[in-house]
Antibody
Framework: QVTLRESGPALVKPTQTLILTCTFS??????????VSWVRQPPGKALEWLAL???????YSSTFLKTRLTISKDTSKNQVVLTMANMDPADTATYYC?????????????????????WGQGTTVTVSS | DSQMTQSPSSLSASVGDRVTITCRAS??????LNWYQQKTGKAPKLLIY???TLQSGVPSRFSGSGSGTDFTLTISSLQPEDFATYYC?????????FGGGTKVEIK
């Protein structure tokens, strides 16, 4: 059974750095085509993709948040860590991690990621002084 | 970057209605479009991947179609448990992106 669980502080102050951990089980992030991604959702708003790390350690992040985000993995611990610097009240949201499976190269040699088939329950982060 | 635009942003429908939601990409994403359902207070759930492939366990009243830039999600006969918000997402190129969502409400 594949599961993911987010953990981290529920409350951070403006300008602080947020550290979130996604602990997963039931799959290996060393498997070709696998990835783990972070997605957030401010209250009452849409989903926003944040960052992703692939099985081969390739990393990608939101263009808008690129300078503030860092994603890393510890394959031996089955964990993916997201750090977001310089937190602002606008970053108040529920943060999800999700597994993407089935990443592959298409006929033109372009790499496409898999859909997010399993999600964690989410962790709510409030940014307030 | 590929921007995803969903329409409508919300709709009201009755049980048994046929419902169609559209998603448009700002550039071609081939067939690498996924649909998710999200109920209030819950994590999103994958419904359809690769534009038209039903995720295991998802009822057959859900279907998806499209390629290139234009995609649709259809619910053939709306059931009470289908009232939720639906999101499209492109997995063709990074940065990945979601549509703004379509909230399906009870008429």
């Amino acid at each position: 059974q594949v599961t993911l669980r987010e953990s981290g502080p529920a409350l951070v102050k403006p300008t602080q750095t947020l550290i979130l951990t996604c602990t997963f089980s039931g799959f290996s992030l060393s498997t070709t085509g696998m990835c783990v991604s972070w997605v957030r959702q401010p209250p009452g708003k849409a989903l926003e993709w944040l960052a992703l790390i692939d099985w081969d350690d390739d990393r990608y992040s939101s263009t808008f948040l690129k300078t503030r985000l860092t994603i890393s993995k510890d394959t031996s611990k089955n964990q993916v860590v997201l750090t977001m610097a310089n937190m602002d009240p606008a970053d108040t949201a529920t943060y999800y991690c999700a597994r993407g499976a089935g990443g592959r190269y298409d006929r033109s040699g372009h790499y496409v990621h898999g859909a997010f088939d399993i999600w964690g329950q989410g962790t709510t982060v409030t940014v307030s002084s | 970057d590929s921007q995803m635009t969903q329409s409508p942003s919300s709709l009201s429908a009755s049980v048994g209605d046929r419902v169609t939601i559209t998603c448009r990409a700002s550039q071609s994403i081939s067939s690498h479009l996924n649909w998710y359902q999200q109920k209030t207070g819950k994590a999103p759930k994958l419904l359809i991947y690769a534009a038209s492939t039903l995720q295991s366990g998802v009822p057959s009243r859900f279907s998806g179609s499209g390629s290139g830039t234009d995609f649709t999600l259809t619910i053939s006969s709306l059931q009470p448990e289908d009232f939720a918000t639906y999101y499209c997402q492109q997995s063709y190129s990074t940065p990945l992106s979601f549509g703004g969502g379509t909230k399906v409400e009870i008429k």
